[in-house]
């Protein structure tokens, strides 16, 4: 059972008991992503993780490293389009010790300049890596064409004429704005103690500073193209198609259809792409859900020379779901693997924690398990066919191919 808290300051603290392990998950979650940030901000809510990191008044950044693994716990932290968090593992009795780090980043980091300066050569260097390595590339190259002029297109780790502008003031401010108590959950799960709850209250619920609340505006969806040139041995190709909010009532359905195009080893790329034809080693889809819309991608690598006929082979079995529909059995297959990987997760305490918090951040709300199965359980045919309209338009596409030559659809 997930218990939630309220601050008097509007911090939410969600916690679920999990008392036969041994392992405690505390995460931070705030609701400021790479969405919330203006044109000369890109990448500052990235960059901003990763100086929670550099150094409190009490503890270096090497300390904060040393007393986690001192303790045997694993502390971490992501930025996504619409949230960033700052996690940590550890066996329970060390739980408080876990939450007092994480609240010294949160609250003290220093944002010393050298630091600064030291971390924007780091996410440069992650940038480059980033687009040294095509398969992720091809990805960040697709959301700039479906959404070239909002803040979902552009790339959650900024570009280097972005990062020269970040300083101390820069960060503060963007903190000041979304860094606020009403922005803020703290998700627990394992064998917590109600001691800790009262801890983090104690921390979380003095928290002070003017809630700032950014309307968002949907992105519309575009179906441009974008191909670069590399030098690379392979052929890489993205697809993107309109998808579904995280509070659309066919969500679920949405899901129970990817699965079936090509979230699963026995889905219809995979065994037609991979298996039949040999074109590709990987090829598989995902479905992305926000606040007010989402995303359906696909991607597939082969050799240059087989590009055009994979990008044929991935639009041919499209039409074909579009066209002729999915059988029952089909459906009946996806909706028990759909199962299989909620209740395997259920079974780490971080992936509750992170569910918990993901949910009271973005939804306000929480569904049980014995609801989402139920919400499974409902998904039929007919409902999954429904979502097959958001195929029927052309897509966007990246490609990312060697430099000799280049291939179109």
């Known amino acids: 059972m997930v218990d939630t808290f309220i601050c008097d300051n509007g911090v939410r603290i969600v916690s679920e008991q999990i008392p036969h392990v041994r392992s405690v998950a505390v995460g931070i979650f705030v609701k400021a992503g790479s969405r919330d940030e203006e044109r000369e901000e890109n990448g500052i809510t990235h960059f901003i993780e990763h100086m929670l990191f550099k150094g409190t008044p009490t503890r270096s950044a090497k300390e904060i490293a040393r007393e986690f ?3 045997g716990g694993d502390i971490n932290a992501y930025t996504s389009k619409e949230y960033t968090c700052y996690y940590a593992k550890v066996i329970d009795e060390h739980a408080g010790h876990a939450v007092n780090i994480l609240s010294d980043m949160f609250f003290n980091s220093l944002m010393d300049p050298a630091e600064i300066e030291r971390e924007r050569q780091v996410v440069l260097e992650e940038i480059s890596m980033t687009e040294d390595m095509p398969d992720d590339d091809v990805h960040e190259q ?6 070239p002029h909002h803040s979902m297109g552009a790339p959650i780790l900024g570009s280097e004429t972005t990062l020269k502008k970040f300083d101390a003031a820069a960060i503060r401010d963007f903190m000041d704005r979304f860094y606020t108590p009403h922005n803020s959950v703290v998700s627990v799960a394992g064998n917590i103690s109600p001691a800790l709850i009262q801890q983090i209250a104690g921390v979380f619920g003095n928290f002070k500073r003017s809630d700032y609340r950014k309307p968002y505006q949907a992105p519309g969806f575009t179906a441009g193209t974008s191909i670069r040139h590399k030098d690379i041995e392979q052929g890489h190709l993205c697809y993107g198609y309109p998808g579904l909010s995280i509070n659309d009532p066919h969500l679920y359905d949405m899901a129970v259809m990817n699965n079936i195009l090509g979230g699963t080893m026995s889905s219809r790329l995979f065994q037609e ?5 040999g074109l590709a080693y990987s090829i598989y889809s995902y479905h992305s859900a926000y606040s007010d819309h989402g995303t359906l991608a696909i991607y597939g690598g082969t050799s240059n020379e087989q590009l055009p006929e994979l990008q044929e082979k991935i639009l041919e079995s499209i039409r074909t779901m579009y066209t002729a529909g999915l059988t029952k059995q089909e459906v009946v297959d996806s909706k028990e693997q759909f199962k299989g990987n909620l209740l395997l997760g259920m079974e780490s305490t971080s992936g509750r924690m992170s569910r918990n918090g993901k949910h009271e951040l973005l939804l306000g709300k929480h569904i049980t398990y014995d609801e989402v199965l139920k919400k499974i359980d ?5 409902k999954v066919q429904y979502t097959l309209e958001l195929l029927k338009d ?7 191919c060697p430099k000799e030559t280049s291939s179109q659809s």
């Open 142 to 147: 697709l959301w700039r064409v479906m959404y």
């Open 394 to 400: 052309a897509p966007a596409q990246s490609i990312i």
């Open 69 to 71: 693994d001192r303790i």
């Open 378 to 382: 409902g998904v039929s045919l007919e």
């Open 273 to 277: 792409i991979r298996e039949e034809r």
